[in-house]
Each structure stands twice: as C-alpha cells, then as structure tokens.
C-alpha cells in the first residue's frame, strides 16, 4: 500500500511539473525544451531500467551544456542565466521523477511477475489443492523410494493416462483426483498430475497383491463416478526401482 | 579582464567535459557485462601488510585475512614498522597457530614510510604477484581470487585494483562524505577511465601487482607519499594496464575527526605535489596512457581547486554587490554546471551503489558547498608544507592516520 502510495505521489508531482514547464514555455518561445523533452519521456518508456538511468544522466548534462551554449552565444543577462537555470531545473526534476516513477512502477511489475511465478510452481498445473505438484510429487518419492531401498521394500505406481483425443479431458481428470483423494491416504501414498493427461499415484511399501486391492477400492469409486463400461484412460500397473521419472520413461519407450 | 576571464571559462569547459565524458563512461562500464574467467593454475599470492602501531584494529584484520579463500598458495605478511603498542603480541597469536599468517619486524630505517616497509616486504617473498592491503582493512573472502582472475584475463595487465570501502560511512557527517568521495572516485572516475582509455590507478590498498613488472622497475619510490600514485605513473608508462575489478571488495576506516582527517589529506596532497614536480622533470609521464594520469592529476590537484577557489571568489563579491554584469562569459550558468557535474556524479555513483537512501542524497547535494571547499584549504596547506620542506632541506615524513575501533 505505501508503495501504491508514493507511485501515485510521484505520479502528481509529474503532472505538476510538466503543468509548470508548460506554463514557462508559453513565455519564451526560443527554448529548445519541448524538442528534446518529449523524446525523451517517449524513448524512456519503452527503455531499460539500466539505459533510463544513462538517459537521465545524459540528458541533465546534456541540457546543461546546451544552455552555457544558448547563454554564451546570446550573451544572457544574469537575469537570463537565471531562467535558463530555473527552466533545466526544472526539467531535469520532471525527467528524474518520470525516471523514478517507471522504476517504481517496473519494480512493481516485477515483483508481481515473480509472485505469480512462485505461485505457479507452488501451485504446479493442479487445480486441486490437496494434490502435490509434480516437482513436490518427485521430491516425496525420491525421499520414500531412498527409504524403501534400505528397508527392501516394494512400491507401486498407478499411470493412468487420458487418451489426447478425448473432449473432456478436465473433467476426467478431476473425477480421478477426487476419487483418488477419497480412496488413497493422502499422507502415505502421494498423488499428482503429470500434466493434463496423466494422473499417478505412489504406492510406498506393497507389492502387486496390495496394489490390486488398492486398485479394485479406486475402481469401485471410479464406477460411481464414471457411467461408461470402458473407463476413458488407460491404467497401468509400474514397478518404481530408482525413480519414478525413469519409471516412466521406460513405460513411453515400450509404448513407442 | 575579459580576455583572463574567457582564458579560465576554456578550462571550466575542458573540466565540466572532461568529467561528464567520465561520468558517462563510467556509468557504461558499470553497467557492461564483465566475463568471469577461472582459471586452471592460481599463481602465488603474498599478501602484504605494512603496520606501524595497529594493535587497535590488526586483530579483525588478520581475522580478515584468515577468512580469504584462495584456490592457489597464499601467504600474508604482516610488516610491522617498529610498532610501539600491542600489535606484535596480537600478530604472534596469529603467526603461532595458523600456517597461512607470518609476522615480519622490518629493521628501522631511512625514510620512513609505507613505501620502504612494502620494499622490505618485496624483498623476503617471492610470490608471483603481491596485495597489498592496509593494516585496517577487511577484505570479503573471494576478493583476492577475483583480482587474480582479472588480472590474468585482461590484456597486457601488471595487476588488478579493487573497491574500497568505508566501514564507518555512518558514524558521521566527515565519515558520510569521505564514504561518498570514494564512491565518486572508484565507480566514476576509475571505471570512467577503464571504458574511456583502458587505464586504472592503484588505490594504495586492495591492490594486486605481478612482483617481476615491480622489480623490474626497482620497487616503491621510498620519497613518495602518494606511493599508490607514483607507482602507477611508472607502470602505465610501461605499456601495462589495470584493470578496475568491483567485485573485489575490502572494508576500510576513514577519520572520524577533521584533525586526523586534514592530517591524512595534506599528507596526501604532499605526495601529489611531489608527484606532479616529478611528472614535470620525467618525459615518460606525457606519452600515452600515462597522459590521461598526469592530466588527471593536474585537473584534480591543481585545477579543480583553483577553479573552485576562482568560483568561491566570484561567488563572495557577488554577494557584496559585484555583479560581473560586463563579463562576456555567463558566469552564473558555469556555477551553476561546476555544481552538476559535481552533484551528479555523487548521484550517479549513490544509483550504482544502491546508497542512495534519502539522508545520503542530501549529504550528496550539500557537498560541493562542504566538504570540496576543504580541497581549497588543504592545497593552500600542502603548499605551504612543500615550500617549507624545500627551503629547509628536509625529507617530508610518513605521517601515519590514527585508527579507531569500528564494531562490525
């Protein structure tokens, strides 16, 4: 909110300068000030942060040499040096806040950029959010998998695939993740989206008799929520050794 | 009247160009990507350590030391100048534990100074470069590895020089403003000069020499006060560069009080008049590279505090009615670009080093009319003290900067 604040304060303070610039230019014609300024504002909207700064500098400087020039080939009075120090003045001021008002403002843009791309991974692609992201998901099961070994103890994984030809592949998917949610203890056996077709599921510690069983409890489930003889996806039953990517990798290999 | 006034105005415009060309420069350079290269072999590395009288902030230095990591072999020296207080005792808890730290009593001798003690230290190591660091500072762990992979990078480099800075820039207004100047000099001025002519300057601390390019051109100048800056004369003049590495950081103390801190400056302002007296009998110091240092040394010695001094005079009789209305040259427009400049580089170097809080931008705009107007009085200081040196015949002594406890 503060920030909010000072981009709306610097925003002002903008449009007052640039009213009283507006307001000397009416009184002296021969200034070169509305020839450079506006390209200038115009060029830093599209430019850098880095770039902007340079601008800034140059133009400061710049402005001022150009003026020492005005002065000492017209000869100016005090009393014009003095206007030509007030107008840079206050132009350089108008550049400086427009320079700090684009960089408040991309700050601002940036940040946002990077929540929501922090709130992407976390949410990984699922709209479900008792389920594990992917990246989460596979962080759980090399932690389990690494348990499993030392303990020599089997696990299972359910692939379940939504062919890409099928129309509601949304709705499929949410039918398999809450059924999957009901059936499966969410805080042993992990469950995630792979991406929009593919939904798995982490049996730690079973063999192919338990992942039957288990698999028959998600069937009953999935039968009351699916009206169709042929579920519409393609189970399969995996045996994880090292990792449940190169599990995974070895089904598509087969299929291909 | 009007002809020594446009005379002076064509050296405002060489000088008001001058730095904002730099300023410029600068700017870019910081902004330039800077290729990291790493090595496959890491040359030895001694590092050195003049101390005379440290015992009240050699032990975090050392501490400092100890902390560096360096992928090849490293060894500091600490070269202690007949130290009066505690400052071998605390070395020797050092030197007794840790294989990397050595404690070096260098025999009493004529003249005294930092140049002598570094010398002595060049001749008992035979690394194949050398760092120096004041007895003071506190580097950040991977600085000396950073320098050394720049210096080997960068073509025809003798060397690398890093960033200095201040560890007590908030104890108050004199720390604040000496903490700003060095920012000025190291991101305007330094790095102005890299991207405008390929060439740095040593700092007199935080900087890495290939010790043959040293003893090739026999060693420190034992008579320079300004030894950093002598140094570079020579070694510019020899065709070899040095490059400015902002990576490579060390934290140092400035003075905290206008005594200790005249002191330190007309001690320095000594060293530059006997180094421009230098330049004017040696021919090697117009040519080439070594030009930009020597104008630079006149511009920033000589010049700017003479303009200054001209401006302030301009500025007091304007203000008891003498206005300069018949002068040909607008001087009100060239006070008023003397101040931008000097304004903007301070703001320009506070965006690059992300300091530009509301308190420092206002130390930042307040400068010109402060702390540059003490330039005026050490230059009348250290010419007083020049032209008395020379019509008694004596050696201008090393005059040590007393050391305060910073907390960190």
């Given amino acids: 909110m503060k920030r909010y604040a000072f981009s709306l304060l610097l925003l002002l303070s903008l449009l007052a300068t640039v009213l ?23 060029l830093m909207t599209w430019m850098s942060g880095r770039i902007n700064f340079l601008i800034l500098v140059t133009y400061t400087l710049g402005l001022g040499f150009v003026y020492l020039v005005l002065s000492w080939y017209n000869a100016a009075t005090n009393e014009q040096q003095l206007f030509y120090i007030a107008q840079h003045l206050l132009s350089s001021f108008g550049v400086f806040l427009y320079w700090l008002f684009l960089r408040q403002l991309r700050s601002i843009f940036e940040n946002n950029k990077e929540l929501q791309e922090r709130v992407k991974l976390l949410e ?16 759980r099961t090399d932690f389990l998998i690494a348990g499993a070994k030392r303990r020599e103890e089997k696990n299972i994984l359910f692939h379940i695939q939504i062919p890409a030809t099928k129309f509601n592949k949304k709705s499929i998917m949410q039918q398999l993740t809450n059924a999957g949610l009901k059936v499966f203890r969410a805080h042993f056996d992990v469950m995630s989206q792979r991406n929009r077709q593919e939904f798995i599921i982490f049996l730690q510690n079973t063999d192919s008799t338990g992942a039957n069983i288990a698999w028959s409890r998600y069937e009953k489930e999935l039968r009351n929520r699916f009206t169709t003889v042929d579920f519409p996806f393609e189970f399969s039953q995996l045996h994880v050794n090292s990792s449940v990517e190169e599990t995974l990798d070895q089904q598509e290999r087969v299929h291909k | 009247m009007n002809i020594i006034l446009n005379v002076i105005m064509s ?13 410029v420069a600068g700017i870019l350079d910081r902004y330039s990507k800077k290729k990291t290269v790493k090595l496959v072999h890491y040359p030895t590395v001694a590092v050195l350590i003049p101390a005379y009288n440290e015992g009240i902030v050699i032990r975090q230095t050392l501490e400092a030391m100890l902390a560096i990591e360096y992928p090849g072999d490293l060894d500091v020296f600490l070269l202690d100048d007949q130290s009066q207080d505690d400052t071998s005792s605390i070395a020797l808890e050092f030197t007794t534990m840790f294989s990397r730290m050595h404690y070096v009593k260098v025999p009493k001798g004529e003249p005294i100074g930092k140049s002598r003690v570094l010398n002595y230290g060049l001749s008992i190591t035979d690394s194949e470069y050398f760092l120096i660091f004041d ?11 950073r320098l050394v992979e720049q210096a080997h990078s960068t073509k025809n480099a003798c ?43 040593l700092a007199g601390t935080n900087m890495l020499l290939r010790r043959d390019v040293i003893e090739n ?50 001690r320095w302002m000594l060293g ?6 230098k330049s004017i009998r040696t021919w090697e110091f117009w040519k080439g590279r070594t030009l930009v240092h020597s104008l630079q040394h006149i511009m920033t010695y000589l010049l700017f505090i003479f303009l200054l001094l001209i401006s302030d005079i301009v500025l007091v009789l304007g203000l008891f009615g003498y206005a300069f209305d018949q002068a040909t040259t607008p001087l009100i427009l060239f006070w008023f670009m003397t101040y931008l400049v000097y304004t903007i580089q301070i703001l320009a170097a506070q965006e690059l080093e992300k300091t530009a809080t509301p308190s420092n931008v206002f130390v930042g705009l307040i400068m010109y009319f402060t702390y540059a107007q003490l330039f005026v009085i050490l230059l009348f200081r250290g010419i007083f003290a020049y032209i008395k040196s020379k019509m008694r015949k004596e050696v201008i002594v090393w005059d040590k900067t007393k050391r305060v406890k910073v907390e960190t």
């Avoid at chain 2, 003071?136 to 600085?143: R, V």
């Avoid at chain 2, 051109?217 to 320079?224: M, N, R, S, T």
């Fill in chain 1, 124 to 139: 990984g692609f699922s709209e479900s959010p008792q389920l594990l992201s992917y990246s989460e998901f596979l962080d």
């Fill in chain 2, 159 to 201: 060397g690398a020089v890093g960033v200095v800075k201040t560890i007590n820039a908030t104890t108050n207004m004199l720390t604040r403003m000496i903490a700003i100047e060095f920012q000025v000099f190291q991101l305007i001025m330094q790095s102005g000069r890299w991207k405008a002519f390929k060439t740095g300057s």
């Fill in chain 2, 217 to 266: 051109i026999g060693g420190y100048d034992p008579y320079a006060l300004a030894e950093d800056a002598e140094l570079t004369m020579r070694i510019t003049a020899l065709g070899y560069t040095l490059p400015v590495v902002y990576e490579a950081e060390t934290w140092e103390q400035e003075p905290e009080t206008m005594k200790v801190y005249m002191k330190q400056r007309t």
């Fill in chain 2, 11 to 23: 050296i405002f415009w060489l000088l008001l160009l001058y730095y904002s060309y730099l300023t």
């Fill in chain 2, 272 to 277: 530059n008049i006997y180094l421009l007296e």
């Fill in chain 2, 135 to 145: 007895a003071d500072n506190q580097p950040k762990p991977d600085t000396v590895t």
């Fill in chain 1, 20 to 42: 009283i610039i507006y307001q000397l230019e009416f009184d002296l014609n021969s200034s070169p000030l509305p020839f450079i300024l506006l390209p200038i504002l115009l």
